[in-house]
């Protein structure tokens, strides 16, 4: 709904700023709350005051993100300069999950000194995060520009818009590809923590696994802008989720190892996941950006919104599956925290962890070698949206 109103909207500020510029109160005051829930509450009212700071933060993070999204489809047409600016942005994100980890280790530290300390340092770090956060969309929303040209041009319901997105072969694909894709990523969010504790023994170094796999993500990203224009982005887009799906594949051999080579491989593997996650994150979402071009050469809108609505929609769907899916599957196995795991146990864990990713991408790599919007196909298709557009502009003039 929010892609879809985006792109509907009609504002001097344009049509993503002024959602932005909306996010803003809302994402820091529903972060504020999800880590500083006051000491008083308890049972029901404490349940209440979380769900209502949870729920309110992913909602007012939705308003933000998917604007953004969309935003950076306009801001170029070209082909190669889309993955420049995703990379940009993704580097960014990876850096500010790196500054996250940063605030797990303090709030580890004050979890030593009692209960009151915890809450004070939970305090003082959402604060100081949403306030960050506060100042650098306003900056945004200040600094950015918009095409004038891009408003009015949707004129579909929001089920039309929707049935634009599922009828785009293109965008079809590759939608299927990203719940394919992250129904294998989703786990490895979810299960990090649990390797390192019971399996690899070593459940203080998990946040340096985390780091090993966020410091090559962001800092690939230079490394994969001049590779897509040699290779084409399809072939790195390709290469990102086979080299994750091999790294992580590679993890289902840790409860075989001895424990020192268990840290090892971890360590190893984690570097070469992260560097399939800067190529990731930098050619996926400049080719969902080309897909919204293909929209406009077929219905003549511009509906980045929608489009990427949707791509966010399937990743949320199918992390939500893989945390159903993970607690089956430990509960079946076995399952009981914070003790030492049997074999069964830690099998069923790397499987998750590890099989089932290799399966997934692997899966998601070959029906991706079907994706056909390639950098020919659509520069061709900017020239004849191009000669559209000046043909409309001179006749409104």
């Not at 070593?202 to 696994?209: C, E, H, K, N």
């Amino acid at each position: 709904l929010v892609g879809y109103l985006s792109d509907k909207t009609t504002h001097k500020l344009g049509r993503r700023r002024l959602w932005l510029l909306f996010s803003l109160v809302p994402v820091a005051v529903a972060f504020v709350m999800v880590f500083s829930p006051p000491e008083s509450l308890t049972g029901n009212a404490l349940i209440a005051w979380m769900a209502v700071g949870v729920i309110g933060f992913y909602s007012a993070a939705t308003i933000f993100i998917v604007p953004h999204m969309s935003l950076g489809a306009e801001l170029t047409p070209n082909y190669h300069e889309r993955s420049r600016l995703y990379g940009l942005r993704h580097a960014a994100f990876t850096i500010g999950s790196i500054l996250a980890l940063g605030s797990m280790k303090l709030l580890i530290d004050a979890e030593a000194e009692g209960d009151l300390v915890v809450r004070q340092t939970a305090f003082e770090l959402s604060t100081l995060a949403s306030v960050i956060t506060a100042i650098l969309i306003l900056y945004a929303v200040v600094k950015l520009r918009e095409r004038a040209d891009y408003q009015g041009r949707v004129n579909a319901s929001p089920f039309g818009a929707f049935r634009d997105v599922w009828q785009n072969a293109h965008a079809r694909l590759v939608l299927v590809v990203t719940f394919v894709e992250n129904i294998g990523s989703a786990v490895i969010g979810i299960l990090t923590l649990y390797v390192a504790q019971y399996v690899v023994g070593r459940p203080g170094l998990a946040p340096l696994i985390i780091l090993t796999y966020m410091l090559p993500s962001s800092l690939s990203v230079p490394l994969w802008i001049p590779l897509s224009r040699r290779f084409g982005k399809i072939r790195m887009w390709m290469f990102s989720m086979m080299l994750t799906g091999i790294s992580f594949g590679g993890m289902f051999a840790l409860p075989w190892l001895e424990p020192e080579l268990r840290l090892y491989l971890i360590f190893f593997l984690a570097f070469f996941a992260g560097l399939a996650a800067g190529c990731g994150g930098t050619i996926a979402p400049s080719i969902q950006s080309d897909i919204i071009d293909y929209d406009e050469y077929t219905t003549g809108e511009r509906k980045e919104g929608s489009y990427f609505a949707a791509f966010n929609f399937v990743h949320k769907s199918a992390t939500g599956v893989m945390i159903l899916i993970t607690g089956y599957v430990l509960q079946f196995s076995g399952f009981v925290p914070n003790q030492e795991q049997d074999m069964t146990v830690q099998v069923a864990m790397v499987f998750l962890y590890g099989m089932f990713p290799l399966i997934c991408y692997s899966i998601g790599t070959y029906m991706f070698s079907r994706f056909t919007l390639d950098e020919k196909t659509h520069n061709k298709m900017r020239e004849e949206l191009d000669a559209r557009n000046l043909a409309r502009d001179q006749a409104a003039s």
